[in-house]
């Protein structure tokens, strides 16, 4: 099993940066990916951006350029750094891993973006 534990959301100006952590409960190693989803109000939940135990990334098309998915495997945490907020951004934000064809999901944490 896995256990995700997110932080670092909240309320930030349009044009402005967070960072998302994502801490694991067991070694990222041993993870096959892992990655960011969000979801807005009244809207399905979509992929923002994965990262391979190989490091390969992807992203989605809406934050290409502005949000960079990274991870610590000393810390076996997985970072999201978001610049260029815009208010279409404004969503819960989801850690998720696929662990020997099993999904996990963190508890989500909220990022407002809002002048």
């Known amino acids: 099993q896995v256990r995700l534990v997110e932080s670092g959301g909240g309320l930030v100006q349009p044009g402005g940066s967070l960072r998302l952590s994502c801490a694991a409960s067991r070694s990222i190693f041993s993870i096959y990916a892992m990655g960011w989803y969000r979801q807005a109000p009244e809207k399905q939940r979509e992929l923002v951006a994965t990262?391979?135990?190989?490091?390969?990334?992807n992203y989605a098309d809406s934050v290409k350029g502005r949000f960079t998915i990274s991870r610590d495997t000393a810390k076996d945490t997985v970072y999201l750094q978001m610049n260029g907020l815009k208010p279409d951004d404004t969503a819960v934000y989801y850690c998720?891993?696929?662990?020997?064809?099993?999904?996990?999901w963190g508890q989500g944490t909220r990022v407002t973006v809002s002048s």
């Open positions: 990262i391979t135990s190989g490091s390969t990334t």
């Open positions: 998720h891993a696929r662990y020997y064809l099993q999904d996990y």
